[in-house]
């Protein structure tokens, strides 16, 4: 039987990718219904939608979905409502699929991975590239050794400047703004290679339009291990197809993958191993039929067939390390004057 899902909040843009997914999976997966509160938004997203599942439902409030067939919930609402929206799902007994970043409360976050280990539920965030084939392999060689002893992380994740006034409508409420929105994706991966940091020191720049967001953003972040890595966002680029990249450098190897989501990996090893080649290489890493996803990750956490290869504990220190990036002192993401708005039912 398909693992049947809804969604609790639409509005984020990576909401699609499960439609599509259960679409080409219709065995695995069934996308039952969605709740969206503001209506250009519900509207937007049920046109795009049911060119995949024609038939997908659309409920009037959050208690229809929790009342609903599903047996786990995607949240992709606005990251201010998500934390309310994860904590209705839990109680009502429905296992979770959470968008980056996980929410703006880091102690209520906690809060909610204790319940849901409570209620034997499974709460994972939705890090899409965890499954990309070609950052799968880079990680797999790294924790296998063949790159050596890591010295240094690079993740560079821009965004064009067409999407820059965004970060005034929609970024504005929360502390160093497109780092916020976007860097937890090279923050999760760099956590799973390196471990948590000891220190980051952050420069974060309003360097584009008027000036009153952060826009441009360098992290340096240290370890123990003495290695060092450097997280990069910004939203005044040109040209973002071919600069988005991730890098690892190791005293045996070095890997690149460039551009982020591609199926590219170039690597270079002082010594051939693991069937690849001495000196430098440009591979086309393929993705098997039956690689995992974040969708089948969860549904086979759901069925008891493995334990999650990404814990609670790594889940709570991306978002831990990713609050001290942004230089977030106390845990809590809104901005000092910011209020939280209410979810509103329709």
């Not at 067939?69 to 992709?76: N, S």
């Not at 699929?97 to 976050?109: C, F, N, V």
């Amino acid at each position: 039987m398909p693992l049947k899902l809804a969604y609790l909040g639409v509005w984020h843009s990576h909401a699609v990718l499960h439609v599509r997914e259960a679409a080409l999976r219709p065995d695995e997966f069934q996308i039952v219904g969605m709740y969206e509160p503001e209506e250009a938004v519900r509207q937007q997203k049920w046109l795009q939608w049911t060119k995949f599942v024609p038939d997908i439902q659309v409920y009037a409030n959050v208690e229809e979905v929790l009342f609903s067939e599903a047996e786990a919930v995607i949240v992709e609402g606005r990251i201010h409502q998500n934390l309310d929206y994860v904590e209705k799902a839990l109680k009502a007994g429905k296992h979770v699929l959470l968008e980056k970043p996980a929410g703006i409360d880091l102690a209520r976050l906690e809060e909610l991975q204790n319940l849901a280990q409570e209620r034997g539920l499974q709460l994972q965030v939705a890090y899409m590239w965890r499954y990309n084939a070609a950052i799968h392999e880079m990680l797999r060689m790294a924790k296998s050794g063949a790159l050596g002893d890591l010295f240094y992380y690079r993740g560079h994740i821009p965004k064009p400047k067409s999407w820059h006034p965004q970060i005034e409508s929609t970024l504005g409420k929360y502390q160093a703004g497109v780092y916020f929105e976007m860097a937890g994706h090279l923050v999760d991966l760099m956590v799973a290679l390196l471990g948590e940091p000891v220190r980051a020191q952050s420069v974060l720049g309003k360097h584009f339009g008027n000036k009153s967001q952060v826009d441009n953003a360098v992290v340096l972040y240290e370890f123990r291990s003495d290695c060092t890595a450097i997280v990069e966002t910004a939203a005044m680029h040109v040209g973002t197809d071919r600069t988005r990249r991730i890098e690892l450098y190791g005293t045996e190897g070095t890997a690149i993958h460039n551009q982020i989501g591609s199926n590219n990996l170039s690597l270079c090893l002082e010594t051939g191993r693991e069937g690849y080649q001495t000196g430098w290489q440009d591979l086309t890493i393929e993705t098997p039929d039956d690689f995992p996803t974040l969708l089948r990750e969860l549904a086979a956490c759901i069925r008891g067939d493995k334990e999650p290869d990404y814990s609670a504990a790594h889940d709570l220190a991306v978002q831990r390390v990713l609050f001290h990036g942004c230089g977030i002192p106390d845990g809590r993401a809104l901005k000092p004057d910011g209020s939280k708005p209410q979810i509103r039912s329709v």
